[in-house]
């Protein structure tokens, strides 16, 4: 099996992160694989804010927990120190899907490049709100953006959970 089938096998959702900032240049690997995600028609409409700053990650955080319902001090994003938030084009027909396919890019090039991750949602709701629009407007994002997902992204604190069997009769052959 090839070593791309093999990480999409072995990649899980990481729920516990050592404190351990991920290096810029590891960052920017992971990056670059999500902006080399397929989108609809080719036209690439999707964003990616970088977010290692503690003091806005720790907002987010804040304002990621008030929209989920959890209770003052939880951590959404599992103590993860960087994140990289995935927005898109409303105006595309196909911007959710092809936003997800840069949060599936983002999570398989961690994974290789030995970071965990795992998609948090919520950025929907944050970027609908006058203070994820004043934060897109101070990044000089101009356009009508929709939140897709959060990447968090750090070093797993803990081994890496293993795959749960997979669910059968899922896979429908026409022939």
Excluded at 26 to 40: N, R, T, V
Excluded at 50 to 72: F, P
Excluded at 140 to 166: K, M, T
Aim: hydrophobic share 40%; net charge neutral.
């Amino acid at each position: 099996m090839s070593d791309v089938l093999n990480k999409m096998k072995s990649r899980r959702s990481i729920r516990k992160f050592k404190p351990d900032m991920v290096p810029q240049e590891i960052l920017d690997q992971i990056i670059e694989a999500g902006l080399y995600a397929a989108s609809g028609m080719g036209q690439q409409s999707p964003i990616i804010i970088q977010v290692t700053k503690k003091e806005l990650r720790d907002e987010i955080s804040k304002m990621n927990c008030e929209i989920g319902g959890w209770k003052e001090g939880f951590d959404p994003f599992y103590g993860a120190p960087a994140m990289l938030i995935v927005l898109a084009k409303k105006e595309r027909p196909t911007y959710v899907y092809d936003g997800s396919l840069v949060m599936g890019n983002l999570m398989l090039a961690a994974h290789e490049l030995g970071i965990g991750s795992c998609w948090i949602h919520r950025a929907k709701e944050e970027f609908e709100s006058d203070w994820g629009r004043n934060l897109l407007r101070s990044l000089g994002v101009n356009g009508d953006y929709e939140g897709i997902g959060h990447c968090a992204l750090g070093y797993a604190d803990g081994d890496y959970p293993a795959a749960p069997a997979r669910n059968e009769g899922r896979v429908f052959y026409v022939k």
